[in-house]
């Protein structure tokens, strides 16, 4: 599998380039000075402790937020030069798997997965619609739950049907947001496993925010530790994990043991 | 200017965040009718939401139609009895009915049962995420979600105001008919006798202007829900009653403008 991974990675294409990005929240100082890269098939987990600003790093590349400062380039378009249209074209191309998934209550699994679809591309046969909704459930093993409510699904199904969302738009990067909090340990392998084998088929590029190690060392191939507003570290899980700044070997020593 | 820990106000916490809430709302407002006229206009949304509307409301407004009737019919009587004038029931309530009460109780039913579902609603899935999984989808969450709801409450309140009254007028022939002989032809010809296109002209503008003001003041509440459950409930209830104070203060209002073009 690492292999493959390897292949997948371009690394003359940057797909996603963050330069001196800050954020505040009135007198709060969240992101301070951010720069990263991530090249076209890779998979970036972006580590830190709660609170230290990595949900409000996802949210502004999915332009959810606004920078107080600093640049976001996405597939080649700089986002907060884009007209909104231009960055709902740009969102099409891009998929957001949230921390609580927000799937929609008030639809069962089939229109959750047909709404982003028929909302955004007119005209398509009913037959087209039920086939891109059974490739997306089949891909994330939910296609016998076609006919459920969200309500009804556990709290793995719903991470996986909120995957299958953003996967029926074929996204070239991938947002991730906590893809495990909340889950035990056997449905995390499975949740994991499953970001590797949408990146490998879907051909993807991603971030994945977490504060769980086995998921950022089982799904990436370069690991960012955030700490206080700035990546203080940037590599292989083997060169973050060995570092020897002492606030990264203190997140590490909490939590993993290699 | 006032400072509160780190924080620096104007005038005071929360007379600043009054006017921030004051100036916010104009802008949801005006935010309404660019979306609003502007593609794609999702008319299937809005007819589900007039179909939501209608049926959750249909049975209470019946109910409460009918019991306004009776009771008002049944309070006037006596004052027209002493001035022998009781064969002005029906007029007296054709003109009440319709000028007034069936435009009001209409739209304080809704305000309460429809402006405090779309305000839950709303606020659940802004606090859920849900808002923001339609942003990222590319889909304008103001014009699915808000448009369509404030379309829906300003279609559906003014037909279900002309119902209340419909309603209201065979609640008062029901108590009519039990204290003397008259016919339900004869009792709907007298009491339409008085009304003009005026009034036929001013109920519709009443529920019209009501059934948005419960759709812009829920929708914009539910929209801007934070801090979880406690934050949705907290929404709710401003919607109820800031929706409510602005129907009563607009009843207000229009009545002025009505009644100056009345006797202009």
Redesign the interface.
Known sequence: MEKDKIQLINPEETVIKIEELYKSF??LEVLKGVDLTVQKGENLAVLGRSGSGKSVLI?IL???LKPDRGNVTMLGKQLGQLQPKEL??L??R?G?S???S????GMSVFDNLS??LT??IKHLSRKQVNDAVEEALDAVGLIDKIERNPEELSGGQRKRLGIA?TLI?KPEIMLYDEPTAGLDPVTCAEINALIVEVQQQYKTSSIIITHDLTCAKNTCERIAMLIDGTFLKIGTFEDVFNTDEEQIKKFFSYNFTL | MNTVGTKKYLFSKEIDSYFEGVYNGYRFTIRFFKEAFTSPFHFREIINQCFEIGLKSLSLITLTGFIVGVVFTKQSRPSLESFGAVSWLPSLMGIAIMRALGPLVTSLICAGKVGSSISAELGSMKVTEQIDAMEVSAINPFKYLVVTRVMATTISIPILSFYCSFIGLIGSYYNVSNEEATSLQVFYHNAFTNISFLDIFSSVTKALVYGFTIGIVSSYKGFFATHGTRGVGKATNQAVILSIFLIFLEEVIIVQIVNWIRYF
Request: net charge negative; glycine share 8%; hydrophobic share 45%.
């Open positions: 009135g007198e949210k999915a332009g959810l709902d074209e969102r099409l891009m957001f949230f921390q609580s927000a799937l929609y209550d709404f982003p909302m955004n969302r738009m």
